[in-house]
């Protein structure tokens, strides 16, 4: 009986160790030398740490009793419908010069004006720096990574693990992009073996030029960290893609700010938009947008055509999963925005598009008059439920 528990404490602080040593890797690094002394100088860097513009408002105790009850349809009860056909159709040429491919969650795949773009990036099971721990995804990746055509540049929005996944970022170091990210996240490229010359990094309104593509960093209202003591070390942001002939916009993470029109009349008006609409929470407003505010982000930065992402693969908030993107419609038609919402891994050309593609099933969720998300200016109420009026039972997002 001795040996045998000997042998299963020799398993188990075995197994520790491997878990221990894979999640220190995914941790990264933290920025030092020039790289730290560049985020001191950001105007966003305060008190040793990168802090928003307008703070971020949480209902801690609300929150937590939320996350104690349970939510309907909060993930597919059958299989997914994803493309199955996007290799093929990602050989042949976008015949507009923009077309866009998401894989689910922020994951997503931009080619413009004859360069291919990635965002966001996750191939991996579970968005966390242990593989067998966190939520799991609904469904596997639609393309094989090694499936994936040449990428020029890739976008990462901010260090949190459903944004900047370690493994991906592995497989990505054998190919010869461009990383393109905010401040401070460098310092987890160049642990994961990405050469300096590959990283170039932005504070907000900075701008890179990558081909013939130029990249700009835009506010966003957020925050960062691999883990608690690194929180807030690195920026965060969204991006404008310009190419020759076409403008794209990627929200990143964010709540509702007061730079979204600034964005827009600085760079816009953008043929696509990205904005996350997903994993939101009444009790935490101002993290994320939320459906209705996300429509409401598209218009202030005057997007032609929206497609909601950070939505359909994981399960990260307390709402329906099939419900961000049915708020998303709901607020659309009611603000006259045209949405996208292809399955996941078909590709889609916005100019080619009509509207959006019914292939969710249906399932239980709540309406904006149900669980609003208020985002708030510094604790107090910033936009009213009132201002989404459109109907008594729909929103409205407000003009710009």
């Given amino acids: 009986m001795l040996r045998v528990l000997a042998v299963v404490l020799l398993l188990v602080l075995g197994l520790g160790s491997c878990a221990i040593a894979t999640a220190w890797d995914s941790l990264g690094a933290h920025a030092e030398g020039a790289r730290l002394a560049r985020l001191e100088r950001s105007p966003e860097w305060k008190d040793g740490r990168i802090q928003n513009k307008q703070r971020m408002w949480t209902n801690f105790w609300g929150g937590l009793g939320d996350w104690l009850s349970k939510t309907p349809d909060a993930e597919p009860s059958a299989p997914v419908n994803v493309a199955t056909d996007t290799k093929s159709r990602l050989a042949l040429p976008a015949k507009s010069g923009l077309r866009v491919t998401w894989f689910g969650h922020s994951s997503s795949l931009v080619e413009i004006d004859g360069a291919r773009v990635l965002i966001d990036p996750i191939w991996s099971d579970r968005p966390s720096p242990i593989a067998w721990a966190g939520p799991k995804r609904w469904y596997a990746p639609p393309l094989k990574f090694e499936d994936l055509p040449r990428i020029d540049v890739v976008l990462i929005s901010h260090d949190h693990y459903d944004h900047l996944d370690r493994a991906t970022i592995g497989l990505l170091a054998k190919g010869a992009a461009k990383f393109v990210v905010p401040l401070g996240i460098g310092a987890h490229l160049s ?195 009132e201002q989404f009026a459109c109907s008594p039972s729909e929103p409205k997002v407000p003009s710009p």
């Avoid at 050469?195 to 209202?221: F, H, K, M, N, Y």
């Avoid at 950070?310 to 993107?325: A, C, N, Q, S, V």
Wanted: glycine share 10%; hydrophobic share 40%; charged share 20%.
């Fill in 191 to 385: 642990k994961w073996a990405i050469p300096p010359d590959r990283i170039i990094e932005l504070d907000w309104w900075e701008q890179a030029s990558v081909g013939e593509l130029t990249i700009i960093a835009t506010p966003s209202r957020h925050a960062s960290g691999r883990v608690g003591p690194d929180s807030d070390q690195t920026l965060w942001a969204g991006f404008a893609v310009l190419g020759k002939s076409h403008r794209v916009w990627y929200s990143g993470d964010t709540g509702f700010h007061n730079d979204l029109q600034e964005i827009g009349k600085r760079f816009g008006p953008f043929d696509l938009t990205l904005i996350e609409s997903g994993q939101y929470d009444a009790n935490w407003p101002d993290w994320h947008l939320g459906p209705e505010l996300a429509v409401g982000a598209n218009r202030r930065v005057q997007g032609k055509v929206m497609l909601p992402v950070h939505w359909g693969l994981f399960k990260l908030g307390l709402h329906g999963w099939t419900e961000p993107i049915e708020r998303v419609l709901a607020a659309a038609a009611c603000a006259g925005v045209t949405v996208i919402s292809p399955r996941p891994g078909e590709p889609v050309e916005p100019s080619f598009v009509l509207g959006p593609e019914r292939w969710w099933p249906a399932a239980k969720w709540k309406k904006a008059s149900e669980t609003p998300i208020v985002a708030t200016q510094n604790g107090d109420p910033y936009l009213r439920m």
